[in-house]
């Protein structure tokens, strides 16, 4: 099956099978929203007004039949976190996602310590609701630690918050930056979890529109119906429910910027709409015999080439060539493993400066572990690892041993010792206790992996380490390197 095929069947996949979810909220309009929004992924849900009706409803039928359940925070009379420890403490292997206003860091370390697989701010995306139910019952992603959380911290929306060393990437960001200064449109392809969103955010940041209007739209979190109305605008009765004018977000940021996420989940008759307002410059609401002339930068995202969709017909050459003018591709997180280890200090740090939580330190047995991991949810799944792993660290350090599934999951791998995994993580700077290691060792360390590198032409590597070959052959003396090593 071609990636193409496997990406569309990935949109259908979920719904062949119905689940069963319970939510816990006392909100009729609310439980309504969430249902309709599960019920397209296939979901079936079942509602509880309060903690005691959950309860009892986790010993009928259907409560042993459930697959998740979904807790709003502000349930009448009971306190979340406690609701939580008492669902899990009777149901351990039930996932509970919490629902909340809050974008508290602190709510989130209290709600996962209570036993939460995931928290949701509100108002939900259908888009981020269902990744999370995804994430947390599917059995692949079964195992916690490595389940992506839906809510990140939130990100610096500059191209020095980007880390990374790796050439594939430093030649996207270079790109990026680039494309950015200009006026032209502009498309993002990668995986899901590389961080196009945040660059895409970075790149409007960085352009001559910053200060104008940006609209970001996820074409996969809006339903089908409702995409060309939020995209176009619509006029009164255009369409049955129009009761009132609309305008679209193409009017409502004109000068400035549309980022448009994840644009190969739009139908044809979108796309080939949008092709039409790129050409013209005019915006035509649905059901108006009139236009409104828009001057609009687009970028936009895909997870998946668009020229490959566009040879096989899954989408509108136009838009495409439109677009093409600056492809920029992010690299997915196993194709620069180099980068893990400061990916990790730099989250570390992140996290430790949230409400709840303390700095930590990391292993090197930790980094080659997180290293050895292929990462199918790249940036986005390593942040959310290693967010978990902190909640839960009582110590000071962050080991091999904080990551109990992960180990698991690499002793399965044919022949992936994590000592095979050192090329990634590059020379050892601290000891499992979390200490620096001594200057000499580490000195010795990067003197051998030149003396490899360059096949023990001693010329080129005094030459590469900046040092003359006397000094070279003194310091091997003195730290005891033989240089045919």
Not at 373 to 389: C, E, H, I, K, T
Request: with cysteine; aromatic share 4%.
């Amino acid at each position: 099956m071609s990636d193409i095929d496997s990406h569309l069947e990935a949109q259908t996949n979920s719904r062949e099978e119905a689940r069963l979810v319970m939510l816990i909220d006392d909100e009729p309009a609310q439980s309504r929203l969430i249902s309709a929004i599960a019920s397209r992924d296939g979901w079936r849900t079942i509602v509880a007004s309060d903690a005691e009706t959950a309860i009892a409803m986790l010993g009928t039928r259907e409560g042993m039949q459930l697959s998740a359940i979904l807790l709003d925070q502000w349930v009448p009379g009971d306190d979340a976190c406690s609701l939580i420890a008492e669902l899990k403490e009777r149901r351990p292997a039930l996932p509970i996602l919490m629902l909340t206003t809050s974008s508290s860091p602190l709510l989130a370390v209290e709600a996962m310590r209570a036993g939460a697989s995931d928290y949701l701010v509100k108002p939900v995306s259908p888009d981020r609701l269902m990744e999370a139910l995804r994430s947390v019952t599917t059995r692949e992603t079964q195992r916690d630690e490595l389940a992506p959380l839906t809510e990140k911290m939130s990100a610096t929306l500059d191209f020095d918050a980007m880390i990374g060393t790796a050439p594939k990437f430093r030649t996207a960001l270079a790109k990026a930056a680039k494309a950015a200064r200009g006026h032209g449109h502009a498309v993002i392809e990668g995986e899901s979890g590389t961080g196009k969103e945040m660059l895409l955010r970075a790149m409007h940041a960085a352009s001559p529109r910053a200060k104008e209007p940006l609209r970001f739209i996820n074409a996969a979190s809006v339903p089908p119906n409702s995409i060309e109305s939020v995209l176009f605008g619509h006029e009164p009765n255009a369409f049955p429910g129009a009761f009132d004018r609309q305008i679209g977000a193409l009017q409502n940021c004109d000068g400035g910027t549309l980022v448009l996420d994840e644009i190969d989940r739009l139908k044809p008759e979108v796309q080939k709409r949008l092709v039409e307002v790129f050409e013209t410059g005019i915006v035509r609401p649905v059901g108006a015999a009139h236009g409104f002339r828009v001057d609009v930068r687009m970028l936009a995202s895909s997870n998946i080439g668009l020229q490959p969709l566009v040879d096989a017909g899954h989408f509108e050459p136009d838009l495409a060539s439109i677009l093409g003018a600056t492809v920029i591709s992010l690299p997915a997180l196993r194709e620069r493993t180099s980068d893990i280890s400061a990916l990790t200090r730099h989250f570390l740090g992140r996290i430790g400066e949230q409400p709840g939580l303390r700095h930590l330190s990391v292993s090197d047995s930790a980094l080659a572990l997180l290293a050895a991991y292929d990462w199918p949810g790249n940036v986005r799944q390593l942040q959310s690892v290693l967010f978990r792993a902190a909640v839960y660290c009582e110590g000071q350090t962050l080991t091999a041993e904080s990551f109990p599934q992960l180990s698991e999951l690499i002793g399965e791998v044919d022949g992936g010792s994590i000592g095979g995994m050192h090329e990634g993580v590059g020379v050892m700077l601290y000891t499992d206790d979390g200490n620096l290691r001594p200057l000499e060792e580490i000195e010795a360390d990067v003197i051998r992996l030149a003396i490899g590198h360059y096949r023990g032409r001693m010329t080129e590597v005094a030459r590469r380490l900046g040092i003359g070959r006397s000094t070279l052959y003194r310091k091997l003396s003195d730290l005891g390197i033989d240089n045919a090593a």
